[in-house]
């Protein structure tokens, strides 16, 4: 038996195109287009391909994208008089700050100090907070987008077991709350947890986002199970190269598991479509609809 395929491209296409409807629809309406907001300092080669990648998803569904680049010196000060400006911007609904920062800027001070109505990343205290109180709004992004995919395999998870492998703010702690409010019973596993494989073969769910090729192995995998691979590494190829894998030995566990997300293709375009998604409930709330 072969698992489903959780096509996160096609998935996140879908989303995309709802999306960019629903904006020509309000513009259609004389309405002004959601706008968002992009900050990179410095140059970090994979923060610029996230950035122009976010700029163009965000340009495709009709909404306004500005992208502000401040250089790899710049001050903490410097950033933090950007983002007021642009919480103070009308025209602007949601405000991301590309991570990481240079060390010479705090990152839990410039995220504390964007708009939580703005926080299109979901990683402001506050809304963090809202999540850890079962509100479910802002959240961040590759959490959202997962439970997306848990819901492609179109089962009812209400009352099923969920691992989650990974314990960051932004991935594995957000991940748990929306599993817990879509009434999964809840188990966070990290680089402690004893005997990781047997607690996640007990999983109906398991989620890995650590960072580690090939951790989940076929003998993790409960019979049936839902995968979501976060992981997002690159390994080299014989030819020198370098080519993407998650953190779930997929050749092996796509024999086990019932469904199963790939690397690339999974949860990767998921993440830029739900980023689309956080802008236009940003804008929605802000502008009452
Ligand atoms: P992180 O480094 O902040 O957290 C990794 C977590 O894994 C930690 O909580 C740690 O306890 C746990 N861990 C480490 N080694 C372990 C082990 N041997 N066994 C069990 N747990 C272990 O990473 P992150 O920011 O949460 O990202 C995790 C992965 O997801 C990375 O590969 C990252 O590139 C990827 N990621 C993908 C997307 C996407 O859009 N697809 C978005 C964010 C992160």
């Known amino acids: 038996m072969s698992a489903r395929i959780l096509d996160g491209a096609a998935v996140a296409a879908r989303l995309r195109a709802e999306i960019g409807d629903q904006v020509t629809s309000l513009v259609a309406e004389g309405r002004r287009a959601p706008g968002l907001?992009?900050?990179?300092?410095?140059?970090?080669?994979?923060?610029?391909?996230?950035?122009?990648n976010k700029g163009v998803a965000t340009r495709k569904a009709g909404m306004v994208s500005t992208e502000h680049r401040l250089p790899g010196d710049a001050t903490e000060a410097e950033l933090l008089a950007l983002v007021a400006q642009l919480n103070a911007d009308e025209?602007?609904?949601?405000?991301?700050?590309?991570?990481?920062?240079?060390?010479?800027?705090?990152?839990?001070?410039?995220?504390a100090a964007i708009d939580p109505e703005k926080d299109v990343d979901g990683f402001h205290a506050l809304n963090v907070g809202r999540l850890w109180g079962g509100e479910t709004g802002l959240v961040p992004c590759t959490p959202r987008g997962c439970m997306k995919l848990i819901a492609e395999a179109g089962r009812d998870i209400g009352g099923m077991d969920a691992v989650v492998i990974g314990r960051s703010g932004i991935v594995g702690k957000p991940m748990t709350q929306l599993l817990l409010a879509a009434n999964c019973t809840v188990t966070i596993a990290h680089s402690r947890t004893r005997d990781l494989s047997e607690v996640c073969r007990r999983a109906d769910i398991l989620v890995a986002a650590v960072g580690a090729p090939n951790l989940v192995t076929a003998a993790f995998i409960k019979?049936?199970?839902?995968?979501?691979?976060?992981?997002?590494?690159?390994?080299?190829?014989?030819?020198?190269?370098?080519?993407?894998?998650?953190d779930v030995a997929f050749d092996t566990a796509v024999g086990v598991a019932g469904a199963i997300t790939p690397?690339?293709?999974?949860?990767?375009?998921?993440?830029?479509?739900?980023?689309?998604?956080?802008?236009l409930m940003a804008y929605r709330r802000r502008m009452n609809g």
């Open 91 to 111: 025209a602007i609904d949601g405000i991301l700050v590309q991570l990481p920062l240079p060390a010479q800027v705090r990152p839990e001070k410039v995220l």
């Open 223 to 246: 019979p049936g199970a839902t995968v979501i691979d976060v992981g997002i590494n690159r390994v080299a190829k014989p030819d020198g190269g370098l080519r993407l894998v998650g």
């Open 263 to 279: 690397v690339p293709g999974g949860v990767g375009p998921m993440t830029i479509a739900c980023l689309l998604e956080n802008t």
């Open 37 to 52: 907001a992009v900050v990179l300092v410095g140059d970090n080669p994979a923060s610029h391909v996230y950035v122009r």
